[in-house]
């Protein structure tokens, strides 16, 4: 420390020869650093394209065979579908799967807490140490004992030339992931930890800077220095309004205050390092957020129809109450999106400013059950109005009555969700409002089982509701799915009640099969109330909450083929879950004993993920 200290205070003026190599190591280490970052996206990106290719050929193998056993028994078609590796003995062949299986307990579904209700995955937290570690690394490399005549600017170069980056980490619409499958919401992690990293390195430029003293050429009455100052001061605020308690409390001014000062921050930035001649790092920055601007009003513009008066409704929503605290927003578009994904809703007459923009999981899917194509479709949204946006949206409705409508405008699809057609058995879960994610996808599995499409051969369907009122939520949707499942798809819903006031203590267990009932419109296209189902399969509610290892379990010892476990929902169920499937279900003497490997998706904003 005492050495450090001395080399501020105590240090001559550097010769031509230290400024020039000073120089030449900055761009070297610059244009290392941009080769290490390009690498790792590029790893990823052959993964995830060399996963799709693999699951489109295992998809195309299969898809005939299970076509032809399409009449056969459920039991029958999982006997003889299974792999005829799965004796119950070690096979070498299945070693591949088997360690994919061990690094998936590993990578994902091992947490690790990092404050207070926030957790990392153990793959998260891996990329975040290697990308710091990296960073320290090329920062104090060649510095000639921590030499702060090397570093100090060098500091300042690498967290500015990383600003494109750290914008696109955070843009809705970014290359990243396109290329590596990775959703934006998810990359948002890493946004969050490279621009802290950032502001790290732009103190320690700043401090540095400062405790060595600021020649006159330097000093803060010089114009680009004061905008430099206000830039990082901007910086330094937004970040501590982004820490997780102050972002999820105060979530609206969080995002208004975010944005004004990062715009702050590029600009002063930009101006502070251009008068040096560095202008060239910031200024992509700024690039790559008005692309993602101008894409995202662009496809606002697009969705609404904003430029046709021929189609008022297209501005509009439905609010329906659907219980004290719950809101069905229905928008009627021209659009198109995937299953499981979400969307970004705007309500001028709901919302403290008019370009208020919430994200909400589309709760429905743009293809009808029924065979019948619309160029608009039903966007189905289900908000549960508990505080900020959503409390707002509940009071508006409340004191509308029932039904009402409201301006409305729709950005989006975003997300990148799961394809589940190349999975043999899925077992969707969701607590509470998870069940806008997961709805969705059963609909879709029901969609392509009856288009013939998809592998999978069961679906259990499990969710978790507090009231038994909250069945309103989806009963239209979900009668839909189980009345239109057709004899290659079972479906087994079990809806689980946490309420104390709970009389009953039934067994909820439903393997739904109308391959008796005639086909028609009406059932297909959601007619059938939900009680009408209810009698029919005569399914029961049970109380209490679902032995999700043993739900995992059942679906994985008997399937077919490849297992993937869908979740949304609190925290803890998705804590559960991780713990379900790091038990001996999954392990590698399992898999190489021929039992199949288990895909876990959890859908989730930000780090809480456990």
């Known amino acids: 420390m005492r050495s450090f200290h001395l080399s501020i205070l105590s240090r001559s003026e550097p010769t031509p020869a230290e400024i020039a190599l000073k120089a030449a190591q900055q761009k070297l280490y610059v244009e290392e650093l941009w080769l290490f970052l390009t690498a790792i996206i590029g790893i990823l990106t052959i993964a995830n394209w060399s996963m799709r290719l693999l ?41 591949p799967d088997a360690f994919a299986s061990s690094f998936r307990n590993i990578a994902f579904r091992t947490t690790v807490p990092i404050g207070p209700s926030s957790v990392m995955s153990v793959a998260e937290l891996s990329f975040v140490i290697l990308y710091i570690v990296a960073l320290l690394i090329w920062l104090w490399v060649d510095t000639k004992d921590m030499d702060t005549f090397y570093f100090q600017d060098r500091a300042a170069h690498f967290a500015s ?32 930890a490279s621009a802290r990293a950032c502001l790290i390195l732009l103190w320690i430029h700043t401090v540095v800077h400062g405790a060595s003293g600021l020649p006159e050429k330097f000093g803060l009455a010089l114009g680009w220095m004061r905008w430099g100052v206000a830039g990082l001061t901007a910086f330094t605020l937004a970040t501590i309004l982004s820490i997780r308690p102050i972002r999820i409390r105060f979530f609206e001014f969080f995002l208004i205050s975010h944005i004004i000062l990062i715009c702050i921050f590029l600009v002063g930035g930009f101006i502070h390092a251009k008068n040096p001649g560095f202008g060239n790092y910031i200024w992509p920055a700024l690039l790559v957020w008005g692309v993602d601007r101008s894409l995202r009003l662009g496809r606002l513009v697009w969705n609404n129809r904003i430029w046709s008066r021929k189609a008022p409704g297209h501005s509009h929503a439905s609010i329906e109450l659907l219980t004290h605290d719950t809101i069905r927003l229905t928008l009627r578009r021209k659009m198109r999106w995937a299953a499981g994904q979400h969307a970004y809703i705007i309500l001028p007459s709901v919302s403290n400013l008019p370009t208020e923009a919430h994200p909400f999981t589309i709760a429905s899917t743009c293809n009808s059950l029924d065979g019948r194509e619309s160029s608009e479709k039903d966007v189905v ?34 997300g990148c969700p799961p394809d589940l057609k190349g999975f043999s058995t899925c077992v969707l879960i969701a607590g509470g409002s998870g069940v806008s994610y997961t709805l969705p996808l059963l609909l879709d599995l029901v969609y392509h089982a009856r288009k013939g499409t998809t592998l999978c051969q069961r679906t259990i ?32 819903p079990r809806i689980y009640i946490t309420s104390s006031k709970a009389k009953s203590r039934d067994l909820t267990t439903l393997t739904y099969n109308l391959a008796s009932e005639p086909s028609s419109p ?60 790091a038990s001996d279900i999954t392990s590698p003497i399992s898999v190489m004993k021929g039992r199949p490997t288990v895909t876990l998706h959890v859908e989730t904003f930000g780090m809480v993920k456990g």
């Open 161 to 192: 030339c990383q600003l494109p980056l750290v914008v696109a980490l955070a843009g809705k619409n970014n290359i990243i992931s396109f290329l590596t499958g990775v959703s934006h919401e998810k990359l948002n992690v890493l946004h969050r």
């Open 522 to 581: 009406s059932s297909a296209s959601g007619d059938y109330k939900l009680t009408d189902v209810l009698a029919l399969s005569s399914l029961k509610t049970r109380y209490g909450r679902p032995d999700v290892q043993s739900i995992i379990e059942d679906a994985v010892s008997v399937s077919a083929g490849p297992v993937s476990v869908d979740v949304a929902g609190p925290s803890s169920l998705a804590a559960a879950i991780r713990e379900a499937l």
């Open 461 to 492: 369907f499990v969710w978790v509701v507090r009231e038994q009122e909250h069945l309103n939520w989806i009963s239209k949707l979900l009668t839909t799915a189980l009345v239109s499942a057709p004899p290659l798809l079972i479906v087994e």
């Open 381 to 414: 949204f289900i908000i549960r109005g508990r505080t900020g946006f959503a409390k707002r949206l509940r009071d508006h409705a409340s004191s509308k009555g029932a039904s009402s409508s409201v301006p409305a405008y729709i950005d989006g699809p975003y």
């Open 55 to 95: 699951a489109l050929l295992r998809e195309r193998e299969r898809l005939p065979f299970d076509n032809d056993k399409r009449g056969l028994p459920f039991e029958k078609r999982t006997l003889e579908a299974s792999d005829p590796g799965r004796t119950g003995k070690v096979s070498l062949r299945r070693f």
